[in-house]
T-cell receptor, first 112, second 115 residues
């Protein structure tokens, strides 16, 4: 019940295209759903996050769509750029300590 | 911009040796975490620490692991007797007070190689 399932494992997109990564969770106690971006050799860095009281959040080219009833959330990257090439992790947390449970990651490659 | 700093960036050790990984969390943060990432795999939770004690730990965090906040700034992870399978990137993270959930700020990691 603590798992966060992420797909696809890898994604290749042309420059200017839309990248879509999906995640699903089971634990209804989760109340915070961030997406982290990780470049090789670096630590994960927060990209965008959402709480279940809204169904969508947009920051620049990045949008989270959240479906509470389906227990799913997704990251959309509009106008994908080669600089977006990285590994993206969805995560979820809830409870008293805020521990993040990560998905397995999606390696995104944006081709010029 | 405040950041989480970790040392060393890379440590190579022999199997069975003790290793201490060090972290300096963001200064006004109250919640501290260690995660690990085996090469090419997902980021796995090890332990969370709040108010000078462990608040939660995963099944990975067995008796070989310990954490300590020896002073007001450092947060350490000790592995008593390293095994080959401990080879991974270890990330420290911290979080401020306020809501029970929120952004975790990660350091750049310490790469541990056990030979």
């Amino acid at each position: 019940q603590q798992q966060v399932k992420q797909s696809p494992q890898s994604l290749i997109v042309q420059k200017g295209g839309i990248s879509i990564i999906n995640c699903a969770y089971e634990n209804t106690a989760f109340d915070y759903f961030p997406w982290y971006q990780q470049f090789p050799g670096k630590g994960p860095a927060l990209l965008i996050a959402i709480r279940p009281d809204v169904s969508e959040k947009k920051e620049g080219r990045f949008t989270i769509s959240f479906n509470k009833s389906a227990k799913q959330f997704s990251l959309h990257i509009m106008d994908s750029q080669p600089g977006d090439s990285a590994t993206y992790f969805c995560a979820a947390s809830g409870g008293s300590q805020g521990n993040l449970i990560f998905g397995k990651g999606t390696k995104l490659s944006v081709k010029p | 911009e405040p950041e989480v700093t970790q040392t060393p960036s890379h440590q190579v050790t022999q199997m069975g040796q003790e290793v201490i990984l060090r972290c300096v969390p963001i200064s006004n943060h109250l919640y501290f975490y260690w995660y690990r990432q085996i090469l090419g795999q997902k980021v796995e939770f090890l332990v969370s620490f709040y108010n000078n004690e462990i608040s939660e730990k995963s099944e990975i965090f067995d008796d070989q692991f310990s954490v300590e906040r020896p002073d007001g700034s450092n947060f350490t992870l000790k592995i008593r007797s390293t095994k080959l399978e401990d080879s991974a990137m270890y990330f420290c993270a911290s979080r401020g007070q306020g809501r029970q959930t929120g952004e975790l700020f990660f350091g750049e990691g310490s790469r541990l190689t056990v030979l």
